[in-house]
């Protein structure tokens, strides 16, 4: 049997009445949405000139890095009239582009999974147990994250070289490690706390321990949250200078960093300036590819919090 709704009475049923001037004319927008429309444009405007101003860069860099010298500096801004790949080659060999990628990798790679694990859990520690100096301990990496680096650098100088780790890759990764280890925590804390308890509680119902629960429940449901925490992580100790530069003195340990900067005052005026252009794209294509693969992930861990 089929139904048919009622239609609401009209106003005018109700005693009262409706005029011509209360009627919005047809065709023409109310104010509201004149405002919207004139908002919405306004904010995409600022969004492509900011697009314009990220993006052109690093188009300039990549078309400057198919051109010799001669091109650089007599037509900057035109397209290259020859693709130059030698200049990458030349990078990549004469300019020991390939063994500073590979530190990068080894100390980056490194000290990233260190981060993350053990970051990991001592915010979850943090965020999921109450316990005498929960909050002392929590807010010590929170001050952590507000310390200069500049101050800390003499003194951890001392430090690592009388531990016998100046110099070396692990020594290295330990430091990035504990460089990164407060924003860290600081963020997956949060990230934890807005976990449901009750799939831990059932793991502990079932029998699982603490580790387990952990490691199989709690550090998959944080991924969104470890993938960005770890991406903001990666762009910093990639891009890091300072602590490289104090602490790794030795040529055959350089990092990217180290090497773009060696690459640009090795030969003073005459510098290889295409070869230096190609180097920068290198060090900058794995950092634009790792935010452009794990860009929706960022996303959702940062949107995460705010959405449960």
Same mark, same amino acid.
């Given at each position: ?67 010799? @010298? ?28 390939? @063994? ?29 147990? @109450? ?108 891009? &890091? ?10 040529? @055959? ?13 090795? &030969? ?11 180097? *920068? ?11 452009? *693969?794990? &860009?929706? &992930? ?11």
């Amino acid at each position: 049997m089929k139904t048919t709704e009622t239609p609401a009475p009209l106003p005018a049923e109700s005693g009262a009445s409706i005029s011509k001037a209360d009627v919005p004319p047809p065709g023409r927008p109310s104010g509201k949405k004149r405002e919207g429309a004139v908002l919405n444009v306004f904010s995409h405007g600022l969004l492509i000139v900011w697009a314009i101003m990220v993006v052109m860069p690093l188009l300039w860099a990549v078309m400057t890095s198919f051109k010799d @010298d001669s091109a650089i500096f007599g037509s900057p801004w035109s397209l290259p009239h020859s693709l130059h790949f030698d200049n990458w080659s030349r990078a990549w060999t004469q300019a020991n582009m390939s @063994d500073y990628f590979l530190n990068t990798v080894l100390v980056v790679g490194g000290s990233l999974i260190g981060t993350l694990v053990l970051g990991s859990m001592a915010a979850y520690v943090l965020a999921r147990f @109450d316990f005498p100096g929960n909050r002392f301990i929590y807010y010590l990496f929170v001050g952590g994250m507000s310390f200069p680096i500049m101050l800390a650098l003499v003194p951890l100088f001392y430090v690592v070289n009388n531990m016998g780790l100046l110099n070396t890759i692990h020594g290295l990764i330990l430091v990035y490690i504990a460089y990164s280890l407060p924003f860290t925590v600081f963020f997956l804390t949060a990230f934890f706390r807005t976990l449901p308890t009750s799939v831990a509680e059932a793991a502990f119902v079932d029998g699982a321990s603490h580790t387990r629960t952990f490691f199989q429940i709690m550090l998959p449901m944080a991924k969104p949250g470890l993938i960005s925490v770890g991406i903001f992580n990666f762009l910093g100790q990639w891009n &890091q200078y300072m602590l490289p530069t104090v602490l790794n003195t030795d040529p @055959d340990k350089r990092v990217l960093t180290q090497g773009l900067v060696q690459l640009a005052v090795s &030969q003073g005026y005459k510098g290889d300036w295409s070869g230096l252009f190609a180097g *920068l794209v290198m060090a900058m294509l794995p950092v634009l590819a790792a935010y452009i *693969l794990f &860009q929706r &992930q960022v996303v959702q861990g940062l949107t995460a919090g705010a959405l449960k």
